[in-house]
């Protein structure tokens, strides 16, 4: 098909008839607030991923927020990633902690656990690995760290639904898994978090949390905020989850064949996959190298976009780089976190692609480097 006719975006996914048709339902019940379909929707999804408890929310910072605001005190530090969403620390910081920023594999763009293992200190107090764009942080070695540090493990989790390790879902490991249902992840409700977790203190105590702390009619024993999932988002969460790994099987699809069309060429190297792991494929990204490919991730980007493939880079800085976190924490540097900002690129891979794209978007790269 000619390129000019042919459009590949980055993000182009939609609602079934089926998820439409149980936002109606809902709508049409009058019972829009939390309530049974979000009971629904948590046992649902707990199932779904193994896990033992599951706690619905407003959204994926809101399903950190709970996670961190069930264990964390002022003062106390967690090892985070300086490569992923600001919400991974920023929520750290909502509860008066200190996100501490350890630099990421360049392979993998994961957590680098012999940088964290390096920052613990008698303060910290949690580890948070981020499932970067679906791809696994090795749950084993985490949890070798937590065990040896006595760390809370609170895996960020947005971006990774049905990620699984040696065949086991990522939501079901120890600690706290948190998701995102936000418009562009594996799955979509519009807004929407869940934080899940084998310990049921912790469940009880987020159930309250979301809700102003209240565990009784205008009876409130703890701070809390208005966490809530409407059941509006339950509902299509539910249709949604049922064909999930549908979903997921096109993105690995897609993934697959990406890899195969950019083998060989220069510059261009894909995310690794986490041996062991099943990625969930929600971002399928690479990195630039200038000199190799000729030209700049920049310069591919705009090439790309006018050949019509949508692309998108996450993230154009660390968080450690945000200034925000410049003014309370001071400047520092994690080569490896600046040197991926400045040259990763995000393909297209959702699973609204046709069979025939991925080979297209590949075709398109290697265009830009003759």
Known sequence: MDQIERRVDVASIRLSEQEIDAAVRVLRSGALRQGRECDAFEAEFAAQTGARHAVTSANGSAALHLAYMAFLQPGDEVLVPSFTFIATASMVSACGGVPVFCDIDPRTY??????????????????????????VVDPEAVQQLAREHDLVVVWDAAQAHGARFDGRDVGSFPGFAAYSFYPSKNLFVGEGGI??????????????????????KYYHTMFGLNY?????????????????????AIRRRNAAALTRGLAGLPGITPQQVTPGAAHAWHQYCITVDPEQAGLTRDQLQKQLNARNIGTGVHYPRGVHQQPIYVEQQGAMSLPVTERVADTILALPVHHGMDERDPDYVAQMVAACLR
């Open 110 to 135: 994961l957590i680098d656990l012999d940088d964290a293992r390096r920052k613990i200190t008698k303060k910290t107090r949690a580890i948070s690995p981020v499932h970067l764009f679906g791809n």
């Open 195 to 216: 934080t899940l977790t084998d310990n049921p203190d912790w469940a009880h105590k987020m159930r309250y949390m979301r809700s102003h702390g209240q565990t009784g």
């Open 228 to 248: 809530r999932m409407t059941d509006v988002e339950a509902a299509i969460g539910r249709e949604q989850l049922k064909r999930l790994d549908d979903m997921l």
